[in-house]
């Protein structure tokens, strides 16, 4: 769910410029505290330069990154104290056990206790395995202790750059949900970058596209699987999609008619409007065995928005 509060970062007029080449083009937004927010983009689009500039890996040429209020170019420490990060992969010690990295990373951060140790190998659910050397992890049990890593000093903003890289379904399922976890009962805003359309849709609440370092738009991901208007795409299955046809060409309301394949007959109309179609349909005798809503991908949206210019 989304929060009405300050936003937890805020990018005001961002630039990066190496030689004569403008990577990153005046990149302006806000991330709301509480959501997962998404960048996306083709690689090469300027997502992990944008990573790399909030967490203070690089500078800015102009403009200014504000991390619960604290200028990430001027107050540094301030700013950085509330984020948890992974960039690119997650470097661990291969030769120790997972507990230990995680042991030798809190002895980085004043105030990390056992306990917090314990209480974040838990929150990612690598109790049975802790103990076990890094070698012997798979590469979602990795990420999973990566995780752990960016979690142990309690931040609010916790940024993963393309987290699903190498990742089995199952490990990208379990990293989706954990991260819903986080937002919806940890307090936790997260920032993930990816060029996979389908993990962002079912992962985030907002995306930002970015295209050659410049921000194409900000958009809630309902916008991309409805659509900026009111009307929707429905389909009807019926044994009669002749007679369907006939009747719905007669009705208002209605922007678009056209027959599928196996009896299906697809329409455009405002939700509301469904009811009524289907009242007047079962006036003309017609056997309706089911409707459903085409929800649009957000591949459709992307290609809608960018003037169908392919993301990769």
């Known amino acids: ?8 970062i805020s990018l005001r007029n961002v630039t990066k410029r190496i030689g004569r080449s403008t990577i990153i083009d005046d990149l302006t937004f806000d991330v709301p505290q509480g959501e997962i927010f998404g960048f996306l983009g083709p690689n090469g689009a ?9 967490v203070g890996l690089m500078t800015t040429t102009n403009g200014q990154i504000l991390i619960k209020g604290k200028n990430i170019k001027t107050e540094f420490e301030q700013a950085i104290q509330h984020v948890g990060a992974i960039v690119e992969n997650p470097e661990m010690y291969k030769y120790l056990t997972g507990y230990l990295n995680l042991v030798h990373y809190a002895r980085m951060v004043p105030g990390v206790t056992k306990e917090r140790i314990d209480e974040v190998v838990k929150l990612v659910k690598l109790e049975s ?8 992890y798979s590469l979602g049990m990795r990420q999973r202790l990566g995780v752990a890593q960016a979690l142990l000093h309690q931040p609010s903003l916790l940024i993963l750059d393309e987290p699903t890289n190498g990742l089995d379904p199952a490990g990208i399922r ?7 976890q986080l937002t919806r009962f940890g307090g936790i805003t997260v920032i993930v970058s990816s060029h996979l359309l389908s993990e962002m849709e079912l992962m985030c609440d907002r995306v930002a596209i970015l295209q050659g370092g410049k921000l194409v738009d900000v958009k809630p991901i309902q916008y991309f699987t409805q659509g900026s208007g009111q009307a929707q795409t429905y389909r009807i299955e019926t044994q009669q999609p002749e007679l369907v046809m006939a009747a719905l060409s007669r009705m208002d309301g209605i922007e678009e008619v056209k027959l599928g394949v196996e009896g299906i007959v697809e329409l455009t109309t405002e939700r509301e409007r469904i009811p009524e179609i289907l009242a007047e349909l079962m006036q003309h005798s017609v056997r309706i065995y089911g409707v459903e809503t085409v929800r ?3 591949e459709d949206g992307f290609l809608e928005l960018t003037g169908g210019k392919q993301i990769v």
């Not at 395995?129 to 012997?136: M, N, Q, S, T």
Request: proline fraction near 3%; aromatic fraction near 2%; glycine fraction near 2%.
């Open 296 to 298: 649009r991908s957000l």
């Open 129 to 136: 395995r802790i103990h076990d050397k890094v070698k012997k």
């Open 174 to 180: 379990e990293l989706r949900d954990y991260l819903r």
């Open 46 to 54: 300027g997502k992990t330069t944008t990573i790399r500039m909030i």
């Open 1 to 8: 769910m989304m929060s009405t509060s300050e936003p937890i």
